[in-house]
């Protein structure tokens, strides 16, 4: 193989994991960790061991339970290390951190945007509410409509209809029922004369 070969292979292999110092996994290196955790919140805040993460041969994070009540799955951390194999222990940073599962504040949004959004679902709900009221609207006008074919019926006096019942014309009988009834009434009186 070639010079540049070797080195794209050598780059492409996997490395393995930097092996941490063990004074800064010993008991002395956690109790440090403590005291500098305990500079920042109550001592009985700090639960038991947590776990490790190697960063480089030198420097390491420590992590401990967190114990506050509003903090489920949170983990105190303290970032230790040593720059020589003779240089005592120094605590870098300590901070509390959200474990997988910890409950977190949604991701901070811009002013500007939130008032897009918010301009955005107002326009849309104006339009939703348009939408409703002119089909509301095109079902009152189609009752109207529909009211008013009935009105016309219920009001109907039937005087359109012709006043013949099976061929007999009801008029013309009832004007010659009255006269016969007048004609008995004229020959009663006639009578008593």
Known sequence: MSEPQDEAAAAAAPTAPP???????????????REALGEITDPTSIGGAAGHEVHDERTVTLYFECTLAGYPGWRWAAALARVDAESPVTVLEVELLPGEGSMLAPEWVPWSERLAQYRDAQSRHKQEASAERSEAEEAAEELAELDDADDDVLENDYSDFDDDLDGVDLDEELDHDDDADHDDDDDDDSEDD
């Open 19 to 33: 092996e941490a110092d063990p004074v800064l996994l010993a008991a002395p290196a956690r109790d440090q960790a």
